[in-house]
Nanobody
Framework: QVQLVESGGGLVQAGGSLRLSCAASGRTFSRYGMGWFRQAPGKEREFVATINRYGLSTYYTDSVKGRFTISRDNAKNTVYLQMNSLKPEDTAVYYC??????????????????WGQGTQVTVSS
């Protein structure tokens, strides 16, 4: 079972940037599609971005398109989320997740097999 550990969250002013990292344990990282989700207080967990096993395909929720970029380095067992032009509404706990189902890309939380513990991102206005 893959274990995931996120890092890189913090407090930033609106318009600023952060880069989240998600380090995975194990030797099979390249077999997993990876995704980022977020959950704001009082709201359901929502999809943010996903990337396929080889890093050749990505998909984003509309609210982050053009501002966030997901990428991965299979040699380092790490997936990243570069977040630019941050807005207060981006404030949430951000989670990375892995999908072993050989799907091209999926936005559904129930398709992901493992989850990190989350990292807090707070954007001040």
């Amino acid at each position: 079972q893959v274990q995931l550990v996120e890092s890189g969250g913090g407090l930033v002013q609106a318009g600023g940037s952060l880069r989240l990292s998600c380090a995975a344990s194990g030797r099979t990282f390249s077999r997993y599609g990876m995704g980022w989700f977020r959950q704001a207080p009082g709201k359901e967990r929502e999809f943010v971005a996903t990337i396929n096993r080889y890093g050749l395909s990505t998909y984003y929720t509309d609210s982050v398109k053009g501002r966030f970029t997901i990428s991965r380095d299979n040699a380092k067992n790490t997936v990243y989320l570069q977040m630019n032009s941050l807005k207060p509404e981006d404030t949430a706990v951000y989670y990375c997740a892995c999908d072993s189902g050989l799907r091209l890309l999926t936005t559904r939380p129930e398709d992901y097999d493992c989850w990190g513990q989350g990292t807090q991102v707070t954007v001040s206005s």
